[in-house]
């Protein structure tokens, strides 16, 4: 039948091209109401008389009554002899009062079938389908799917088998509605010949195959139609496309195609094309019939594929939006950081890392592992990562820090209820370690929940896991987090890693730690951004969870860097406190910014002698920017406000948050530090035009 032959209907179940296969529209009394020149000339009657009586093409009961079927059937021809035929029939919109309609397509076959031929038939559809849902539901990546729903086909279905995607549903878009000319078109992802040889010229995978129009033969593949050709000069001249273009489409040799839409509701995932180059025959309705229970399930496994690979890039997209960058440079370390997620179904997961600059020129590390995969867990992931963010900006030990992110956890996100879904319950369980680096004293305070002890690499010694008491995983509530301090000499290399990296199913992860050890051992002396990489390669973690790997190589203050001296809590020494940082600062060869850092001192030491008490400390630190501490015994916290003009007092920390880049304050276990930064250059002070303004000074 030729397209330009077809009774107009609504998407039929197959059309048939170049059979000369007769179509026709048939009433549910078995009267024909319409049919194309073949079949009026095919079986020699008029079209307005019914079947004769022993054709039981459609049998008009209660069985029969919605959907599509099929059968075998015996008609008369024109010249009087019998013709076994089988044919398919789906149901067409109500005529009037009559009852229902019927689109029935037939195909000559040479000899009856038998009840064994028909049994054969059923076994082989039966075969194939059990082995499709078998082979394509084991996996959820696209081009491995379509690969094994080709393969599925050679070589007892066809010779060559190909299988094209549209490009939206490779980028992990919303599939089109239809095929038409100004869709991007489709990408060949796979091709499965017999002898593994692709036919000279054919569309090879990774090729976007030529766009073939709505009103080419092959358009009604876009309309859930199965196409059936076995000629194929008249499909190459029908497809009016070059002869480089025609290649691509057809294979060399190749004398009888089938192919059928992979679609889900309405939705395009693809098409499969099925092709015999040596193998003699045509296809038929029974072997289109095949073939589409075959694309049934093909395609409810491309979409569950497709919407997996779109959860997976967007939540990998956003857990690399949420990364810090994975080579930084603080003046208490140089950082790498290694991501490297799940590449199985698991799914992109929870673990992260992150590094924070502190006051006083410390730097803090972060690492922790939420529980599961997916987007639910990254969303997780993020809040985590920014309350950890927030509540590190308060200046607390690492012990603190965990047991305020603990108490977050229990009190705001496990009133959601489970059944909600909500990301927020995947927070529950998760892991973190975060430790602080001090460069002033080169020692490291570490703290975990849940979570693997760091590895640590001192020059000159094996490398060694930092002995760690670890309180419970986040969630559980009511349970201390130890603190551990350790010093880290200059040249230290300090390792912080998830579970994923060390531990193996079934495994010890014992003996992951150990292998992790011995492998960083052989690295050590590697540039610090190639060592995690290759890390990683050698210990060729489990595809079934993510692995995130932070190195960071500890620097210690040149000698000389810092001055501290401790004062009496007296008036009196407030100008002492400022001879001696502007000496130190001349002696540094700072003394451009002895102006600004005696006032912030003065200020500094003033509040802390009239609400601290005794002693009272002064620091100054030198490196890429000063630092000016004062610190003091008592745990008050120091607040700003603006004083109005009658006020005697109240302006010294707007002075000092006027004069500085940032100030702020922490507590000790002892105390309390108020700590200011200056910028190295006094061009970039902000203590200017604006403060002098603000007061009224005239220098």
């Known amino acids: 039948m030729r397209p330009s032959d077809a009774v107009p209907i609504d998407a039929p179940p197959f059309l048939v091209d170049g059979n000369d296969t007769p179509a026709l529209v048939v009433d549910a009394h078995g009267t024909v109401l319409s049919g194309t020149p073949d079949a009026r000339a095919f079986l020699g009657h008029r079209l307005d008389l019914p079947f004769p009586s022993d054709s039981a093409l459609i049998a008009p009961d209660a069985s029969h009554t919605a959907g599509t079927f099929s059968g075998e059937t015996t008609l008369l021809t024109a010249a009087g002899a019998p013709e076994c035929y089988r044919y398919t029939a789906r149901l067409l919109a109500p005529v009037s009062d009559g009852g229902p309609t019927w689109l029935v397509l037939l195909a000559r076959t040479d000899v009856p079938a038998t009840g064994q031929d028909a049994r054969d038939r059923a ?22 799917m379509a690969d094994r729903l080709a393969r599925l086909l050679v070589p007892d279905f066809a010779d060559l088998a190909v299988v094209d995607i549209p490009v939206t549903v490779l980028e992990s878009n919303e599939p089109p509605r239809a095929l038409i000319e100004g869709v991007s078109g489709l990408r060949r992802v796979a091709v499965v010949s017999e002898d593994g040889r692709v036919p000279p010229g054919f569309g090879a995978v990774g090729e976007i195959m030529p766009v073939v129009g709505s009103s080419m033969p092959l358009a009604p593949v876009s309309e859930g139609s199965v196409v059936l050709a076995s000629d194929m000069d008249e499909l190459r001249e029908a497809l009016r496309v070059s002869p480089e273009d025609a290649v691509k489409l057809i294979p060399r040799g190749g004398h009888a195609m089938v192919a059928a839409p992979l679609v889900v509701q309405d939705r395009m995932l693809g098409v499969l094309a099925a092709w015999r180059l040596g193998t003699e025959g045509d296809y038929d309705l029974d072997d289109a019939e095949m073939l589409v229970e075959i694309t049934s399930r093909g395609a409810l496994g491309f979409d569950n594929a497709r919407r997996y690979a779109r959860e997976h890039r967007t939540a990998l997209a956003l857990q690399r939006s949420l990364l810090p960058p994975l080579l930084a440079h603080t003046p208490a370390a140089r950082t790498a950081g290694t991501y490297v997620p799940a590449r199985d179904e698991a799914g992109v997961g929870g673990d992260w890392f992150d590094v924070l600059p502190l006051s006083s020129l410390r730097t803090g590390f972060v690492v922790g592992d939420v529980v599961g995969h997916g987007l639910g867990s990254t969303v997780a992931m993020g809040r985590l990562r920014t309350a950890v963010q927030t509540v590190a900006d308060l200046d607390l030990e690492p012990g603190e820090l965990l047991g305020h992110l603990d108490d977050l956890v229990v009190s705001r996100w496990l009133g959601h209820d489970a059944d909600t879904g909500s990301p927020d319950l995947a927070a529950v369980g998760a892991t973190v370690l975060y430790a602080i680096y001090d460069p002033v004293d080169a020692r490291c305070t570490i703290a975990a929940a849940g979570h693997p002890p760091p590895l640590v690499l001192r020059p000159g010694r094996a490398p060694e896991f930092l002995e760690l008491s670890p309180g419970p995983p986040l969630g559980v509530g009511g349970m201390p987090f130890e603190t551990v301090d350790i010093e880290l000499p200059p040249g230290s290399l300090i390792a912080f890693y998830t579970d994923g990296l060390v531990e193996r199913r079934g495994g010890d992860i014992g003996d992951g730690m150990a292998r992790f050890a011995e492998v960083m051992a052989r690295h050590r002396d590697q540039a610090l951004e190639t060592i995690g990489p290759e890390v990683l390669a050698e210990m060729d973690p489990p595809h079934d969870d993510d692995v995130a790997l932070l190195l960071a190589a500890t620097r210690v203050l040149p000698e000389g860097s810092v001055a501290e001296w401790e004062l009496p809590a007296d008036p009196s020494v407030v100008s002492r406190a400022r001879e001696l ?10 003394g451009e910014l002895a102006f600004t850092s005696e006032l912030v001192v003065s200020e500094l030491i003033t509040n802390a002698i009239r609400y ?39 302006r010294g920390l707007f002075l000092v948050a006027q004069m500085t880049s940032r100030w702020g304050s922490r507590y000790r276990r002892t105390g309390k530090t108020i700590w200011a930064e200056q910028s190295m250059d006094p061009s970039e002070s902000p203590f200017g035009e604006r403060l002098l303004d603000i007061y009224d000074v005239d220098l």
């Open 612 to 650: 601290g008490g005794s002693p009272v400390g002064l620091r100054l630190i030198r490196d890429d920017i000063l630092v000016c501490e004062v610190s003091d015994p008592s745990n008050s916290q120091p607040r700003m406000r603006r004083a109005v003009a009658t006020d005697e007092g109240g």
């Open 581 to 590: 940082t502007a000496e130190q600062l001349v002696r540094w060869g700072l």
């Open 123 to 144: 076994e082989r559809r039966s075969r194939l389908a059990h082995v499709a849902a078998m082979s394509i539901g084991t996996t959820l990546d696209l081009h491995d």
